[in-house]
């Protein structure tokens, strides 16, 4: 091969790699301009936390935790009854509901199983007084665990990139539900206990009349 050709050559890579490389950097931006785009998305828009009075966590091997509202309590309804901690509910389910989108996925394929939701790790149902409000399927994380792809059941063709904090602790409830902790019992005081009498010493006894 002739010192031409190689040169030839040469430049062709050259030009190939930056050409990648600059295809790459332009798909960043993309993505990021898509996440920048959807940060305000709700993933529940139509969803209130007052709204819902039940919800139900399936894992893909059959468990389940559900809860129920009660006026202002929450309470486990399965897999055992038990009163759940009420405000580590609220505040779950609250932040579910305001949990926004960082990116949409509207695959050109049929296929779910890239994203996990072919058979799903988990599936959420929140229920309010009118029946189901809101059904998710949640798949795999991305690579760098910090978000889940998710599906709702009202829209097939539409995956959801949510941010894996909240998800998460839905996810604990199946193995470890919300139970209401057990209060710490109150501490009660203990008696003072009673004086005992000193017996005078023999320094300061009262000294008796001789009989003599």
Known sequence: M?????????????LL?????????N???TDETALEDTETTPLL???APADVQAIAVTSANGEEVSLLRQDDAWSIIAPAAAPADTMQVTQVISELVQLNVTRVI????????PYGLDDPAYEVEL???EGVLAQLYLGATNPNQTATYVRRDDEEEVIYLVSSFTLNSLQEWVTTPPIQPTPLPTPT??????????????????????SS
């Open 106 to 113: 509207t695959p050109t394929e049929p296929d779910l199983a």
């Open 127 to 129: 229920a309010g007084e």
């Open 17 to 25: 790699g930056g050409y990648v490389f600059w295809s790459g950097q």
């Open 27 to 29: 798909a960043d931006e």
């Open 189 to 210: 005081a203990l008696p003072t206990p009673a004086a005992t009498p000193t017996a005078p010493s023999a320094a300061t006894a009262t000294p008796t009349a001789d």
């Open 2 to 14: 002739s010192i031409r050709t190689t040169i030839i050559l040469l430049v062709v890579l050259l």
């Open 45 to 47: 828009p139509e969803v």
